[in-house]
């Protein structure tokens, strides 16, 4: 299982260009190693998981700029950010690939070890060996784990954290004299909260659940239960101040601000849908349709298992599962599966337990075959871009721009496959609404920008709207839903339309070379964004008026 995760995930990111936040990760972490201060992401991020992601850029020995470092440090927080990223990824003395690969490889291998063996672990205790080794098949074969572990990111480290302070406090708990694993559960625990500010919770989490057993357990040895309870606290707040290089400070103003915006809302599309203050279905809605329908199935047989052999040590599943997942549904911060990313690492134990339960039941084999076999089916449809994956009842792949926009599966990481959808067409130039910060002149794409959304300016690739042989328009798929446009119907023309190709399931290429209608709707598109040259090239393509007023409702 572990080989088919490595392959899967390599598989992966040879196929992806940089996510939207990769870069920013990338250019704080090795800015913390550098100066010894994480103060560049320090609103947005804890520093432990992106300092990992940059451990094996320090072999390389990337330029850090420190003038644009010290202009980002004064600049206004996210344009200094992202501009200093840009900077740092694409204009370094090492090619942006090696670097941004060299921290993918990394991540993977680290977190994706590290979690499994963290949920083979809790499986076991909990259930059996069989269930540890299903657990883990559960967490590996997961496509959005297979993504997310891939990507230099913060989402895989505080998962594997807060699964691994479960575990140590569930050993805790039940050993006579288990200090050790309390320290094991604190020092777990800091390492969490200094990946992500969401992990917040597991410092009051796991004290609650020893003060819980003590009071079950007749009250007996207080002084054992305070000991535990301040080792705890003691290796959190040491793993915590240790990431922060001592400087615990900052972590509390991240926090609040992280806080913030968690109630503020943020623009987000889910199956037509454009909560902006959050609702309380996205999660669950995300979790049906990206997940395939043998581990649903194994997450629900393990709730039944879980429910009816319930005793206090499965409260260490469940607490910290529902800890997370219960105040997820009220967050105004809906961007994808991977903001629920630890509670898929707890539900892959729920799923061992669930699949060893089933497998015992002659009943269930052939189900669970015909579930396997289909995982299979929908696994390799979707290879290598593990992020836009869907299951079966969702319409697979090809239909996710339809249900869900942003990371849940166009986080900027198509322009690569667009490349290559480019390159065999023979390399034409294209107009690109983009959604991302990838640069696609990187990767040889040459484009006209339209209606692009980044936090990086840009230019084009030297394409000449008026010049093209053929009209090719390309489009993010969160772009096309119009998540972050004030007009949000800005593409709804060209819903109907089929694309000549699809670039990672992410953008979406439209040929639109002898279509009248469509090439009057680009126009009206061109028009609203005060580009009239191009708008009156591509009425006159169409067999119309080339100054024609907008058409009505735009």
């Known amino acids: 299982m572990l080989a088919l995760h490595f392959w899967a995930g390599l598989s ?68 200094g950010l992202f501009a200093y990223a840009d900077l740092f990824l694409n204009r370094n003395k090492v090619p942006a690939e090696k670097l941004l690969n060299a921290a993918r490889y990394f991540s ?122 301040l080792l705890f606290a003691g290796a959190a ?51 049906a349709v990206k997940t395939p329908l043998l581990l649903l199935a194994a997450y629900a047989a393990g709730a039944v298992y879980c429910a009816r052999n319930f005793s206090l040590k499965w409260a260490w599943l469940a607490a910290p599962l529902l800890a997370y997942f219960l105040p997820a549904l009220n967050s105004g911060l809906l961007l994808g599966i991977r903001h629920i990313l630890p509670v898929i690492y707890l539900l892959s134990v729920l799923a061992g337990a669930g699949l060893a339960w089933l497998a015992g039941k002659k009943a269930w084999r052939p189900a669970l075959a015909a579930l396997a076999a289909l995982m299979a089916f929908g696994l390799a449809r979707a290879h290598p871009h593990y992020l836009g994956y869907f299951n079966e009842p969702a319409g697979g792949p090809a239909a996710g721009w339809r249900l869900l926009a942003d990371s849940n599966l166009d986080w900027g990481q198509g322009v690569k496959a667009l490349a290559r959808g480019l390159e065999s067409e023979g390399s034409p130039p294209v107009i690109l609404s983009y959604f991302g910060t990838a640069r696609p002149e990187n990767y040889g794409v040459r484009y006209f920008p339209l209606a692009t959304v980044s936090n990086i300016p840009l230019a084009g690739g030297g394409a000449d709207v008026c010049a093209m042989e053929r009209v090719l328009l390309a489009v993010s798929a969160t772009n096309l839903q119009g998540v972050y446009y004030s007009r949000r119907g800005l593409f709804n023309w060209l819903k109907k339309e089929k694309p000549a190709f699809s670039a990672g399931y992410s953008i979406l290429v439209y040929d639109l070379t002898a279509r009248r209608g469509p090439l009057e709707e680009l126009a009206g598109v061109f028009d609203l964004l005060a580009l009239k040259k191009e708008a009156a090239c591509l009425r006159s393509r169409a067999g119309g008026n080339p100054t024609a007023p907008l058409p009505a409702g735009k």
């Open 12 to 79: 992966f990111i040879r196929a992806s260009s940089a996510a939207y936040d990769e870069p920013v990760h990338l250019a704080s972490g090795y800015a913390g190693l550098a100066t010894g201060s994480h103060f560049l992401n320090v609103l947005d991020h804890p520093p432990l998981a992106e300092t990992a992601a940059a451990l094996p850029l320090l072999a390389l020995g990337p330029d850090i700029f420190p003038g644009a470092l010290k202009a980002a440090a004064q600049a206004p927080y996210h344009r």
């Open 108 to 229: 993977l291998a680290l977190w994706s070890l590290l979690g499994a063996a963290a949920v083979f672990f809790l499986a076991r205790e909990l259930h059996s060996p069989a269930a540890g080794l299903l657990a883990a098949a559960a967490l590996l074969l997961n496509p959005a784990v297979i993504s997310n572990n891939a990507l230099a990111g913060t989402d895989a480290a505080p998962s594997v954290f807060y699964a691994w302070t479960a575990l140590f406090g569930l050993l805790a708990a039940g050993a006579k004299r288990g200090r050790l694993y309390a320290a094991l559960a604190g020092a777990a625990a800091g390492c969490a909260m200094a990946s992500k500010f969401s992990m917040f919770i597991a410092g009051p989490l796991v004290p609650a659940l020893w003060l819980a057993g003590w009071l079950a357990g007749g009250r007996k040895e207080p002084r054992e239960l305070l000991l535990r309870v």
């Open 237 to 287: 707040f040491m793993a915590l101040a240790a990431a922060y290089n001592f400087e615990p400070a900052p972590y509390w103003d991240g926090l609040a601000a992280s806080l913030g915006k968690l109630s503020a809302g943020r623009a987000s599309f889910a199956a037509g849908v454009y909560p902006q203050n959050g609702a309380w279905w996205y999660f669950p809605f995300v979790l």
